[in-house]
């Protein structure tokens, strides 16, 4: 037995939480930070977010995958893009094409995952889990794209453009495209075609000339990765937005040197969702002194958690 | 289309999350309440937590599976007990065993589960996922339960009878089984074989009478179960815990009335784990018209999370 | 770059697995072991477990967790404890009872999960996620074990006893208990309170003697672990019976030889349920020279597969 | 109680899985059929693929997510294209950059998930959970993909045109590409940036024309889902091809008439991965009449195992 190995293992004694009344999230976080598992995991996410934050140096990247602006995250993607937490947004069509619905006044509906889907087809209801919202949105929704679309110029666009000129047409500060837009922060979102927005863009194409170049963002999303001195990424979920920010390291000299992801996926099935922040060492899309974390719980509970710790951290360090 | 059911399933709106520096753990959960998926589920968790343990008919059952104790969660556990808010605790022999080394002085460690488990061997210590535990404790362990074995009364014992004792001969305010002694809150562990807490039994057992009956607490229990006006349960994880706490009620003539489980696991493997709280309902252990709700998310984050909103909701009422 | 540690990397390369009408299951398991991710880990599984029941001088242990003898497994298990691949059993109570109500001739059904279980509750049915399972089932089960339990002896029995008794009134070849009496091979249940068959001892218990020593089963299981010469684990879910299984070798100077697990359990909650092999290692209960393998996949389908490959290995070597 | 729906409930028992030396995949896939949990659904999901296949006026959607190819799933899927069993394959770019470079003749290896990261990137290996692919690889298909793009016209093309200029390159009867640019199969990937092949594309477009139109595919691909008299789909994992293939229906008066998903995704994130096939008909993306079924296991393992069974069906259907 190497004793001195195994005293560096055990400096480190696990403190139970101690819950007390009108505590801030902040404290809670501080509480999981002495105990181990998930909770001591989102505890270390919340020390790497706020230290990538607080780097004035680093070029801050955010993931969002899933279905998370039905659910209610849309306006703390939205403040953190507004408050400069967010240099470069890349994310699924589904997810700007529900910010969009909510940025046009329609609202989504808390509902059940137990219910008769074959009855909520008859009431033109759709579900996404425990959400419901009215088929009929998308009425409305095809006929503001249409409009979007219509004043678009004709001349070859990329797909972050087309989404930044769809916020520029939405007025609601809780909208993620139209606070990018306002902002400058590039959101991008490579299966664009894989949305209602995709469908749309579809059904004018039909009538109308609409180029939309499918490589043309890489130039200007490199650039940004070249240029960046340092790199962080905030990644919710996997998808096409984990691994389009993970591999614009393969092409350029540099590795993130933070890196947390917010995850139920699993390593084991091979996908790039799942896969932990170590194999993207062996990619070198994460570095070898990278500080990295992965919390394995919903990400509507995480994500909000560690927000708010680190905007009482920022908050502190700023007053 | 029936357009009063739809306009009924239309009537809550997602509200998004908004987050700001310094907020409560209860503001947080409120944010949590306008929305989906699992931050929504855990909203209503709390909800329903707060309604149970502000009935004062309901007895408050607890279930703690897994292995929580060496996580850090013995301390809340130990602080809803002393508040009267556990009225049964049903747990595993892990669970014990860990409480009874930290309220030793002996320490859990936090360490990594990206290690070499044959390197940690040579070093002599146990690893639980991250967390390090020194061979030697066990030794002390030992020590400490062939003393309590060795001043049990010869006569014939039940399981919880032998955990009161350990829990009298134990002189920490945030163990478990010291609380629950002092309290008088009765703590049945079904497997208690199945933990180094039994291991030693079975050492003392070779040398020594020592006579506990299996089957001895189910009177006491089922007593308790008989007389409960109202029934809640709140389950961490799944096991022997969940399912000995709810399969009381297909002998009697309730159902639980308040029902919420924080675990991982999932119901398509059948297993009573990761039972869907619905599917209690058809064996009559969850009642039809109980409050009830399922956070598919990692206990360790969430029981903290959802016991610091539900502590300050009580605090409030009492003030 | 070390290119003689790189070469010993890359010298499996993946072979696709190829698929023709007709084949056989050890045929389908040879193209998996070509293949990665779960197939490969399945591969492996099976030639692990081919090693260990060709291996005369180790000692089998079986795990099963779960809910699987309602699901259709007790045949496979039956099977494998006639044919000598089971030297120990250890399980939950709900896998004998279930066992048992096949036994008396009463069945489980196919269901849904998908359904309205305050219906089935009217119905009178009982659901095991897609299992159906009319709930006067358990009528005649409780007469067969009253009737059992009032045939047993006066004198202090072990759970393994009482099990034993049961099968011995058991006539269906397809049963576990029915099968592991009559083959002598002994059936562990430590948490058997947690289950109809402790529902129903209780209720016996309340009027007749019925002394069942918590802890007697521990010296002959002790004693097996200690004569056992090598010893085998094939773990089918975690619970109870996996931990009982590997504790064992904390007190023997042995530990498992072979090792493999068949769950959907995850590792990061933190419970035995979901911990690695290579944690076990560093307590001891897998040993550092041992072949051992996690299938992370629905054990429903893994095990027969599994077994449907061995037994054709087996059969080849025999003929 | 409601007798008689409570017999049809109860019509259909559970009949234990047996299991013989040297059974084929399919016999052992019809003991699955009288099992419950995931086996019962896997046989199913068989029964739903066999109908599907053998329907002649029904269109065959294959969704091929994860990262399959480097697993050794390639073969499977070239040999359903060259069957005529696969009509329009929807991927990622990772499954046809893997795809690609095993066409070339390099190979991917067999590696451990449980290896140091730093050390595999100082030896050059890149890691896809337990694959190895030394980094040089790389170094070939980028010249093939450069070589590819300089001989493509420089016309608009859609991506589909690309991949199936790449196919055509190729020389491998395993090959996905190959064999489905042979069988004038198209294949999709709308997030085709998202790749190393995008990585090339960028580099080959920052000095050279390269006109790929993001949304010219939805023409053809709308046109073969309006044209389908019936349509099937078969969805390995979930991410932009489930959703890609499932959308379409949103603009098609149609839907899924058959519709098989092999996920390890959970519902309860809320995203599209995990959905299950019930919420797919609350958007009319899967008909009410439809056969669905979702197996909760590893793909690898299901997916060979499922075709090997319909092959052996279809095979004995054709003699």
Redesign the interface.
């Known amino acids: 037995?190497?004793s001195e190995?195994?005293c560096n293992?055990?400096?480190?004694?696990?403190?139970?939480?101690?819950?007390?009344?009108?505590?801030?999230?902040?404290e809670?976080v501080r509480?999981?930070s002495?105990?181990?598992?998930?909770?001591?995991?989102?505890a270390e996410a919340v020390d790497i977010y706020s230290e990538m934050l607080a780097s004035k140096n680093t070029t801050k990247f955010f993931g969002l995958?899933?279905?998370?602006t039905?659910?209610?995250?849309?306006?703390?993607v939205a403040?953190l893009i507004r408050d400069g937490h967010i240099d470069v947004l890349v994310t699924t069509g589904?997810n700007m094409v529900h910010d969009t619905v909510?940025a046009l006044g329609l609202?989504?509906?808390?509902?059940s995952?137990?219910v008769n889907?074959?009855q909520?087809?008859?009431?033109?209801?759709?579900?996404?889990?425990?959400?419901?919202l009215?088929d009929g949105h998308f009425t409305e929704l095809e006929e503001f794209l249409q409009g979007v679309y219509g004043g678009l110029p004709q001349e070859k666009l990329s797909?972050r453009q087309v989404l930044t000129e769809i916020g520029k047409n939405l007025d609601d500060d809780?909208s993620i495209l139209k606070t990018a837009a306002e902002m400058g922060v590039p959101v991008y979102c490579?299966?664009?075609?894989?949305?209602?927005i995709?469908?749309q863009?579809?059904?004018y194409?039909?009538g109308n000339p609409?180029?939309?170049?499918?490589?043309a963002?890489?130039?200007e999303f490199?650039d940004i990765c070249y240029e960046a001195e340092s790199a962080g990424a905030l990644l919710i979920?996997g998808?096409?937005p984990k691994?389009?920010i993970l591999?614009s390291m393969?092409?350029t000299p540099k590795s993130f040197d933070y890196a947390i992801q917010l995850t139920?996926?699993?390593?084991?099935?091979?996908?790039?969702?799942g896969?932990t922040l170590?194999?993207?060492?062996?990619?070198?899309k994460v570095g070898?002194e990278a500080r990295s974390m992965t919390?394995?719980?919903?990400?509507?509970?995480?994500l909000?958690?560690m927000?708010?710790a680190v905007?009482?951290r920022?908050?502190?360090k700023s007053t």
Chains 1, 2, 3, 4 share one sequence.
């Open positions: 037995m190497d190995t195994s293992k055990l400096s480190n004694p696990i403190k139970g939480a101690k819950i007390v009344p009108n505590m801030s999230v902040d809670l509480e999981y002495g105990c181990a598992f998930g909770a001591g995991r989102l995958a899933g279905a998370m039905p659910a209610g995250m849309r306006n703390i403040d589904a909510e609202h989504h509906y808390k509902g995952d137990d889907d074959i909520l087809r008859k009431e033109c209801i759709d579900r996404i889990y425990d959400v419901y009215p797909i809780s490579p299966a664009l075609q894989d949305s209602v995709g469908l863009a579809w059904l194409k039909e609409f180029n939309v170049d499918a490589f963002d890489m130039h490199m979920g998808g096409v691994n389009y591999q393969l092409v139920m996926d699993r390593p084991e099935t091979g996908g790039l969702s896969a170590d194999e993207a060492q062996s990619w070198g070898e919390v394995y719980a919903d990400a509507t509970i995480t909000p958690l927000v708010a905007r009482t920022l908050f502190e």
